[in-house]
């Protein structure tokens, strides 16, 4: 095979490859080389934890369904890999903790 | 002559004895520079690499308790949250910002470990894997707190007045990291009496505690109880470690402050 040919050919393997890369390559790792993703479960995580410091002005029904999300979405937390999945399981059970001691504190007046 | 010596020796072996039974052996108070620093060595050792000396001072000067304690979960008790090398290089725990990209207040924050590493990288290494090495610290404790308002004990700064002043700005949100919160409704000052008559009240500032830690750092791991009077606190749970002293015994202003805490004036 001539040199320019395999050259040719060399060049093509490399840009096949590189977009490749490019595809496969996962979503977070364009985030500023941040480790925490951006991924679904992320947003329920938000979205529940982001009112840790409201949790004494919610009423009996609405921290019960907080605790029932944080559940939820715990059994989707345990399918990560470490150590994303320790960190983010205790983040949610910190979450979960203070609710259903909220929760426990409303029922109890 | 033999006789007397050995009397002598044996005196003197009995005070030390008695004296040593009775109160222990004396603990001693850290220097403000070593106050609140932690010896991380789950995995240092085993390693081959020198335990971590974490000093408090200068991380609480740049973040809130709760970015370190809730966001990155790093544990309240000393050794409890097993913090791997690869963690960090995965970007969690130190890793999240000593990744060697992070700049943070006009400086790059250097990384914290790393698969490859060069002869000239264990100067890097050491900067964290300290104990017990003569490692010139980066930052200076004297030189960086001399501005501070300054208090008796612990660390010798007064960090509340500090933060007052403009002298220190913890950040509260990791990009990325943090979640959004809306911000806390503030809580109104309560009283707790002691259970000596003679002392002074204890004024409990929510809104002082909340700024730097959230709810969930303190709710419910170490106070059960929201209800006044609910939980009985003992001084003595307290120098042990646990309630107030979780924090208070170790990072916050220690115990030895009593007057921190029991402001108000006892009613005649």
Same mark, same amino acid.
């Not at chain 1, 060399?10 to 977070?28: N, Q, S, Y």
């Not at chain 1, 605790?67 to 345990?78: P, T």
């Not at chain 2, 966001?71 to 090398?85: E, P, R, S, V």
């Given at each position: ?36 993703? /951006? ?44 150590? /994303? ?7 949610? /059970? ?16 | ?9 044996? !005196? ?21 520079? $070593? ?29 809130? %308790?709760?970015? %370190?304690?809730? =966001? ?7 050794? *409890?949250? *097993?913090?791997?090398?690869? =963690? ?7 890793? *999240? ?44 404790? @004297?030189?960086?707190? $001399? ?12 960090? $509340?007045?500090?933060? @007052? ?13 943090? #979640? +959004?919160?809306?911000? !806390? ?5 309560? @009283? ?9 009240? #204890? ?6 505690? *909340? ?8 709710? +419910?791991? #170490? ?33 030895? =402050? ?11």
């Amino acid at each position: 095979m001539p040199y320019k040919t395999r050259s040719a050919i060399g060049k093509i393997f490399l840009l096949c490859w590189f977009l490749t890369a490019i595809l496969v390559a996962p979503k977070e790792s364009f985030y500023c080389g941040s480790a925490y993703s /951006q991924e679904d479960w992320r947003k329920e995580f938000d979205e529940i934890c982001s009112k840790t410091e409201n949790a004494m002005e919610f009423s009996v029904e609405e921290l019960r369904s907080l605790v029932n999300r944080c559940d939820a979405l715990k059994s989707r937390v345990e399918k990560l890999d470490e150590p /994303q999945r320790k960190i983010t399981l205790r983040r949610l /059970q910190m979450c979960r903790d203070l609710y259903a001691f909220a929760f426990e504190m409303k029922e109890k007046k | 002559m033999l006789k007397k010596t050995f009397l002598v020796g044996v !005196l003197v072996l009995g005070i030390a004895g008695v004296s040593l039974a009775q109160t222990g052996v004396k603990k001693k108070r850290p220097l403000p520079f $070593e106050y609140g620093r932690v010896i991380l060595n789950s995995y240092s050792e085993e390693a081959r690499l020198s335990p971590v000396v974490f000093d408090h001072w200068l991380h609480r000067a740049k973040f809130t %308790c709760r970015v %370190c304690h809730v =966001d990155l979960t790093f544990a309240m008790k000393t050794g *409890t949250t *097993t913090i791997k090398a690869s =963690d960090n290089m995965k970007g969690y725990y130190c890793g *999240t910002c000593h990744n060697g990209k992070m700049i943070f207040q006009g400086v790059k924050i250097f990384e914290s470990c790393s698969k490859k590493f060069l002869p000239e990288d264990v100067k890097r290494c050491d900067r964290c894997h300290s104990l017990g090495k003569n490692v010139k610290r980066e930052y200076d404790f @004297a030189k960086f707190s $001399e501005r501070f308002p300054k208090e008796r004990f612990g660390n010798g700064i007064d960090w $509340e007045k500090s933060e @007052a002043a403009g002298f220190i700005n913890p950040v509260d949100f990791l990009e990325g990291v943090s #979640i +959004p919160r809306k911000p !806390l409704s503030t809580q109104k000052d309560f @009283a707790l009496s002691p259970k000596l008559e003679s002392m002074p009240e #204890i004024i409990f500032s929510h809104k002082k505690h *909340t700024v730097w830690n959230g709810c969930e750092l303190c709710h +419910p791991e #170490i106070f059960m109880g929201v209800k006044k009077g609910a939980t009985k606190y003992s001084m003595v749970e307290i120098f042990e470690g646990r309630y107030c002293g979780v924090c208070h015994s170790t990072v916050a202003f220690p115990l030895l =402050d009593c007057q921190r805490c029991h402001t108000k004036p006892v009613q005649q």
